[in-house]
């Protein structure tokens, strides 16, 4: 074998690999239909910025790099080394028919095809952008030599942040496989390291000023920007881009040994997730309540009639045993923190001031969605017996609804109470909050049942090379968030800001549904001219509608249609499990 052909190996593995992924996404039609609404919402999004830089480009002043663009940019290449080592770790550590590969292949070229697998992953989603964008600003500021340095700094971006994810989320899964008690508590410690980055990473965003931006701005992995900026008529330091040029190839380079390293440990070493896994599971010789009672220890669960007690310990263990599927759920709420920072550095608020109306609503959201929301396709090959074991379906709705009141509304409260009185809301309106988050998840754990019974999900959804989890349908998802998000929201922004949401409501029932009905009036369609002025005459109304009575009205009224709401999904619970039927 020659030197090599490791190389060549490692790429073509990375090509098969990536191929399989999109084989895999064009079987799954959710993760389809949703990566496709993404793709049009984001879409308009880059063609309206397109359009902007080509508008506009040519009118940005020229100026030296500073270290505060650097430092940014630094931010963003470590919340890429997160996101790498957090695919490493939980879903790509390891390739299809690993022990067959391993003896026919070097180990490392198995580490770099899954390296450039996870390059060509992330060049599918970033290319096109990319492109565009920097696409964009080479033609509106007339800068054609800028185009393959721009090109190059994105290859390296990627590549050194990749490496190092890569390596650091291997490290973690060996951890893993080598200590028990790591092995024994992993979604503990995932946890942690996501709200330790996730919380740095908004603090740096929101509350490091530009010194500690400038601080990073030093490090070497920032000055990729002066290598994007050759040939723009922006000035960049040479130097610096030439020294991360060379450093960064050295860097992937190294990284590829690293991960050589620690995928040789990893997959040819012992390890004790497979004990664990199965003393976790092992069942005692007792009975299934104790059984179940000690597989949900200590998380503590309130004393309720046995059929109950068993459904929510079942729901407990079931998501804590699958912590990949918390993935579903959790992502979404992340990304929400995130634009909510975003629009605090745009200065429409400061971020203490968002914080608590996202708590209110974010926290109950987790509170349904974690233990209820695909009930049935969480069963699996449980569910015809515990179909044909429980004979009350109001017990199997209160077994579903206890595991979120129980662990979900002390933290919910807890939560809201501290946010609000650390900003700048005062006594009364974080009493408020507090009230409405106490309604939301009331609401929220039997909502979410009820949409996840009229929505299920059976399929099971890949997420590494040897785990398969069965996540909630994109209709449950979006319905429910709709459904428990619109009221809660409705109710928090009339209490702490009823004058913007008045100005809110006026605007979306006088402007913008009363658009579309213009536009066919516009057309000769008489019918629709009346509903245009119906609608023009009550956005006007609306907009005179004393503050009190938006206040309280946009209080009371989404909470109690909530309260009714829930009542009806409970019975509804109760009626779907006594007529559901195994086809």
């Known amino acids: ?122 060049l599918a989603y970033f290319a096109v952008p990319v492109l565009l964008l920097g696409g964009a600003f080479v033609v509106a500021s007339g800068s054609p030599l800028m185009a393959p340095f721009l090109v190059l700094a994105v290859l390296l971006f990627l590549s050194t942040a990749l490496v190092l994810g890569f390596a650091l989320g291997l490290l973690a899964k060996l951890v893993v496989a080598r200590y028990r008690v790591v092995a024994e508590n992993k979604s503990a410690f995932s946890l942690l390291a996501v709200i330790v980055f996730v919380g740095g990473y908004i603090g740096l965003q929101n509350f490091g000023g530009q010194g500690v931006t400038v601080v990073l701005g030093w490090l070497p992995f920032s000055w990729i920007v002066d290598l994007a900026v050759i040939g723009s008529p922006f000035s960049g330091s040479l130097l610096r881009a030439a020294t991360v040029l060379v450093g960064g190839l050295a860097w992937t380079a190294a990284g590829v040994l690293v991960v050589e390293r620690f995928g040789t440990a990893l997959w040819f070493g012992d390890t004790v997730e497979d004990a664990v896994a199965a003393e976790q599971a092992r069942v005692d010789t007792g009975t299934a309540d104790d059984a179940l009672a000690a597989a949900v220890r200590p998380i503590p669960l309130p004393t309720v009639g046995q059929p109950a007690r068993r459904i929510a310990q079942r729901s407990v263990v079931v998501a804590r045993r699958n912590p990949q599927r918390l993935s579903f759920l959790v992502l979404p709420v992340v990304l929400l923190g995130v634009s909510l920072v975003n629009v605090a550095q745009a200065g429409v608020g400061s971020l203490l001031t968002l914080v608590p109306p996202l708590v209110v609503v974010a926290l109950p959201w987790l509170a349904g969605a974690v233990f209820g929301l695909n009930p049935l396709g969480d069963e699996g090959a449980a569910l015809p017996a515990t179909l044909t074991s429980l004979a009350s379906g109001r017990d199997y709705a209160v077994g579903l609804a206890l595991p979120g009141l129980t662990l979900g509304l002390p933290v919910v409260v807890v939560a809201t109470v501290a946010t609000g009185l650390a900003g700048p809301y005062g006594p009364l309106e974080t009493a408020s909050l ?134 009806w999904s409970f019975r509804a619970v109760s009626r779907r499990f006594q007529w559901h039927t195994l086809d």
């Not at 389809?32 to 880059?46: Q, R, S, T, Y």
């Open 434 to 567: 507090a009230v409405i988050a106490l309604v939301l998840t009331l609401a929220a754990v039997v909502i979410a049942p009820g949409l996840g019974m009229a929505f299920p999900r059976y399929d099971p959804v890949r997420v590494g090379s040897d785990r398969e989890i069965v996540p909630p349908s994109l209709s449950a998802v979006v319905l429910y968030t709709l459904t428990l998000g619109i009221p809660g929201t409705l109710a928090a922004a009339a209490t702490l800001a009823p004058a913007g949401t008045r100005r809110f409501l006026s605007l979306l029932v006088g402007g913008l549904l009363s658009l579309p009905f213009g536009l066919l009036a516009s057309q000769g369609l008489d019918p629709a001219r009346g509903v245009a002025t119906w609608l023009s005459q009550a956005g006007a109304e609306i907009a005179t509608i004393p503050l009190p009575t938006v206040r309280w009205g946009g209080y009371i009224l989404p909470l109690a249609a909530l309260c009714l709401l829930g009542i």
């Open 1 to 122: 074998m020659s030197g090599n052909d490791w190389i060549r190996q490692g790429l073509s593995i990375g090509r098969i690999e990536f191929r399989r992924t999109v084989r895999s996404l064009r079987g799954d039609s959710a993760r389809l239909a949703l990566i496709g609404v993404v793709a049009l919402l984001f879409g308009l999004v880059l063609l309206a910025g397109t359009w902007f830089i080509l508008q506009f480009g040519d009118e940005v002043p020229a100026g030296d790099v500073s270290n505060v663009i650097r430092g940014s940019v630094a931010i963003q290449w470590l919340f890429a080394v997160f996101i790498s080592a957090q695919r490493a770790g939980s879903r790509h550590h390891s390739i299809d028919q690993e022990s067959l590969m391993l003896l026919t292949v070097p180990v490392r070229a198995v580490a770099l095809g899954l390296l450039s697998a996870e390059c060509f992953r992330a």
